[in-house]
């Protein structure tokens, strides 16, 4: 490394650790906050589904049979209570006891779906129906096949990618509108020294972003790397380094603080929702498919959780490793011959 | 002597504003050279053109015999450039800051010497954010120096300092000066310009309006002193005093008049005898020497500190 590099890194980093706010928003408060969303999804058992039995001949009968299943939360209302229950969500499924019995619910809501198909289950079993085919229910809670360790990767993508959007294209432009720039470029400053010192620190700070998520999950939630230790630093330094080159990319033209924070949100924000960070993205029409994939969060994502979640080896990451790596040397290259020097 | 900045033909337009209307100056090797002229004349967009920070609408600069776009590192690491914007990162040290200046520079001097020579040997590890206007001009002085450089270019290096302060960089920018180096200055205080330069170019409105030393364009006035007064009674029209004996030029001023004169003991006596007859009394009256102030109302009208 060139003195010169060395000393922009230097001044860089001294710049950071001498901000406590800057360190607390930019490390502290993403882990806080995936802390935060690790407790609100850490996955427990669903609560079960509340079902009310409206009053009537025969009611009680009815709450008897539905008593007997435990994954159902059983009480008995009046019609116009039960009703009101049902508006509010309070209620997932009301069963009005005649001849034939009548199952009042919402069929969009997942868990009023669910409730109904639970609790016709229960009432045909207790009126005498045998179900043909044996079976044995397996509940599985293991660490590694739970929500929030389908969580923690994505955080930790949305991490890196924050931090190489924010980090870098927030500094850049700052650094163009005060001027500082201009009175570096005044000297023999190598341009790309300039650009890369920017990378290399994050690079740096990588570990500052990586490391408290994974230990709080662990011991908060026991939430474990399946794959090496050694490949999932690899592939968060990649992470990095790819939106080192977007941030960069996105702080080459803007020309103020607006512009810079309009345009990482209209990057990150896509990305947030398409990229699997809370939800997978399976979910999405299979059309879209090819364009998510080719997302730089949803590669890092892919990958994070290819090592976390499945164990996998790096040899086996080489789609989303690649799309990582043409990212960040394409956005570097672009921004290298857009930026917006003066 | 070596031509150390040479500039013919240099136009720079904006969309419709023209903010260097084809200016020609030359800066020899081993001169403090000043760019004298008041706010908005163009003379930070001429020296950022000089520097290489701005591209030319027209014309031709050369800098060190060289062209901006052939190998502009290596010209860059032969000029030390302190620019208008004098803003470093916050929170680093006077002493950090000069050390990543000089890491730019293949060659230069030793941070510490530099410090020193500008006088912020006491503010050296202090954050750049708690340094006042002055120290941080000095600051901006300090990382134009430790290049080393054979040029250095400064940007309204005193403006809004104190006068002691400004004394102080004067003599920190005389005694490179004195080395054997060159300087090319801008500013618009023209008893600094006359202290610190060698020679001068006046430039108003995007064009160079007079070019020289200090004195032979205080002689242009025709004469190096002025006789400045104002009537307590009576009346006298500025012909009748151009007539006196001696009198080179004329200015009424807010009520009050500037004369230039070459020889006060002959002109004086001279212009009291003609106020006398015309029946005018004057009230206060003084005699200071000619600055460049008084050569550039004389070449537009107007004061420098006007707009």
């Known amino acids: 490394m060139n003195r010169a590099l060395l000393q922009l890194v230097v001044a860089r980093v001294r710049e950071i650790l001498r901000q406590p706010e800057a360190v607390f ?6 882990v806080l906050m995936s802390v935060a969303l690790g407790v609100a999804f850490r996955g427990e058992r669903p609560d079960p589904a509340s079902v009310v039995v409206v009053e009537g001949p025969g009611a009680s009968l009815l709450e008897a049979a539905l008593r007997a299943d435990n994954g159902v939360k059983v009480r008995r209302a009046g019609r116009e209570a039960a009703e009101a229950g049902l508006r509010t969500g309070k209620a997932a499924i ?5 001849d034939p019995l009548t199952y009042r619910f919402d069929p969009t809501r997942p868990e009023s779906h669910l409730a109904r198909l639970r609790v016709d289950a229960a009432l045909q079993r207790a009126a005498g129906r045998v179900d043909p085919v044996p079976v044995r229910e397996e509940p599985v809670t293991e660490p590694g096949s739970r929500y929030i360790d389908f969580l923690v990767p994505g955080l930790l993508g949305m991490n890196l990618m924050g931090g190489g959007l924010w980090g870098i294209g927030w500094t850049i432009v700052e650094m163009r509108i005060r001027k500082l720039l201009k009175l570096q470029l005044a000297t023999p400053m190598r341009r790309g020294d300039f ?7 994050r690079v740096l700070f990588v570990p500052l972003e990586v490391v408290p998520l994974l230990l709080l999950s662990r011991l908060l939630f026991d939430v474990r790397v399946a794959g090496s230790y050694g490949a999932l630093a690899l592939v968060s330094l990649l992470g990095a380094v790819s939106f080192a080159g977007l941030g960069t990319l996105i702080a080459s033209r803007a020309r103020s603080t607006g512009a810079i924070s309009g345009l990482i949100n209209l990057c990150s924000l896509p990305m947030f929702v398409l990229s699997g960070v809370f939800f997978s993205t399976s979910r999405f029409p299979e059309a879209l498919q090819p364009w998510i994939r080719v997302l730089p969060l949803t590669a890092l994502n892919d990958a994070l959780r290819g090592l976390m979640v499945d164990g996998a080896v790096l040899s086996a990451l080489g789609a989303p490793l690649l799309i990582l790596a043409a990212w960040g040397a394409a956005s570097f290259l672009v921004a290298l011959r857009v930026f917006r020097w003066t | 002597m070596r031509s150390s900045v040479s500039v013919t033909g240099l ?3 904006y969309d419709k504003v023209t ?3 084809g200016l020609a100056l030359e800066v020899f090797e081993g001169e403090c050279f000043g760019l004298l002229g008041p706010n908005g004349a163009g003379k930070t967009t001429t020296i950022e053109i000089i520097v290489g920070l701005l591209a030319p609408t027209s014309g031709e600069v050369r800098v060190l015999g060289e062209r901006w776009g052939e190998n502009d590192p290596l010209l860059r690491s032969r000029i030390g450039v302190a620019l208008q914007e004098t803003r470093f990162a916050d929170r680093l040290t006077v002493r950090e800051v000069v050390t990543l200046f000089r890491s730019f520079y293949p060659k230069g001097r030793d941070p510490g010497e530099v410090i020193l020579e500008v006088g912020l040997e006491e503010k050296a590890e202090a954050w750049t954010v708690r340094l006042s206007g002055g120290q941080r001009r ?3 002085l300090a990382c134009a120096l430790v290049g080393d450089p054979e040029l250095l270019v400064l940007d309204e290096p005193t403006t809004g300092l104190d006068p002691q302060a400004r004394l102080r960089m004067g003599e920190t920018i005389r005694s490179y000066r004195d080395r054997g180096r060159t ?3 801008s500013t618009h205080y023209m008893d600094e310009a006359q202290r610190l330069c060698d020679r001068v170019a006046v430039i108003d409105r995007g064009k160079r309006i007079a070019m020289g030393t200090p004195s032979s364009l205080i002689e242009s006035l025709g004469g190096d002193l002025v006789v400045e007064f104002v009537l307590s009674g009576g009346e006298v029209s500025e012909e009748d005093l151009r007539e006196v004996d001696g009198v080179r030029g004329v200015r009424r001023e807010n009520g009050a008049f500037h004369v230039t004169a070459g020889e006060g003991h002959v002109t004086v006596p ?9 029946g005018a009394t004057p009230g206060r009256m003084m005699i200071r020497h000619a600055t460049l102030e008084d050569v550039y109302v004389n070449l537009t009208g107007r004061h420098l500190r006007d707009e």
């Open chain 2, 19 to 21: 903010a260097v209307g």
């Open chain 1, 25 to 30: 928003w930019t490390f502290l408060f993403p």
């Open chain 2, 138 to 140: 000095r600051l901006a």
């Open chain 2, 11 to 13: 136009v720079k337009r």
């Open chain 2, 270 to 278: 001279a212009l009291l005898d003609r106020l006398r007859d015309r």
């Open chain 1, 94 to 98: 009301l069963v009005v006891p005649g």
């Open chain 1, 195 to 201: 650009l890369l010192s920017h990378a290399l620190v």
């Open chain 2, 183 to 185: 300087v090319l200055v």
